[in-house]
């Protein structure tokens, strides 16, 4: 199975309470690429490359997040192949 790329918009309390940092650990865990950013707005962006039942898995997590955080609401969007960003197989990086 290919691997897919997305996009997570997470809101809520998000920023300055580790959620990048935790975000990279579980990402690395179930082996998913890509990078978590802050917004300017308060949100975080996250981009995760991996295959289907490890994006699920990443999914969940965001929707709970770490103890520190408080997510409200998680948006999803599958980046079209057209619009695939490179990103290094096996690098989480934190923005």
């Known amino acids: 199975m290919e691997s897919s790329q997305y996009i997570f918009v ?11 940092y935790h975000t990279s650990r579980q990402a690395q865990a179930l082996g998913i690429s890509g990078y978590a950013k802050n917004l300017n707005d308060g ?10 039942k490890e994006i699920e898995k990443f999914h969940a997590w965001l929707n709970i997040g770490p103890a520190s955080a408080t997510v ?24």
């Open 72 to 95: 409200d609401q998680v948006v999803m969007h599958r980046v079209k192949e057209s619009e695939r960003q490179d990103v290094r197989i096996g690098e989480f990086k934190i923005l």
């Open 43 to 52: 949100r975080v962006e996250v981009l995760a490359v991996g295959k289907g």
């Open 10 to 20: 997470v809101s809520g309390v998000v920023q300055c309470v580790g959620f990048r």
